[in-house]
């Protein structure tokens, strides 16, 4: 039961976290922060996209952040279920020479990835309870603005 009590913590928390990174009225110092316990100081959240796309954020299953630092785009995908999901999140620079990406069974997040190039940088997202299995498969061709 202590166990079961501590997992029920640990989603309320992730959720309470995604759902502060996404509220509008959220200051700037608590973003900055929260995106710095997650991708390394001096980053800042530049989108948080609720997944499916199209889906109520209240009834997301995943959240997609992609921030800017000095000389990098940081990108995570938050699990909003609860429970651990095959997840995968992806970025190449625009001539896809350089990329980075992190997959697995996560029950928080997959990442942080880093791109330098990250104007144009191309972002993929999937979730799901299997790579075979996926509810979240989602492609932003500009994961960050092309400047």
Known sequence: ????????????????????LDTRE????NL????????????????????PKGTDPKQRLGTLY?????????AILDNNVGKAQYMYVGV?????KHCDKDSGT???YAGPIYISN?????LVAKMGQSSKS?????KDEYGWACE
């Open 26 to 29: 959220a200051n700037n110092a």
């Open 106 to 108: 996560f029950s928080q």
């Open 92 to 96: 190449c620079d625009l001539n896809g």
């Open 32 to 51: 900055a922060t929260r995106a710095a316990t997650i991708c390394g100081s001096g980053y800042e959240l530049n989108k948080a996209i609720p997944l």
């Open 1 to 20: 039961m202590k166990f079961l009590n501590i997992i029920t913590l640990l989603s309320t928390t992730t959720l309470a976290l995604a759902e502060g």
């Open 118 to 122: 990250f104007a144009c940088a191309p």
């Open 66 to 74: 992609t921030y800017i630092g000095k000389d990098k785009g940081c």
């Open 134 to 138: 996926l509810y979240i498969d989602y």
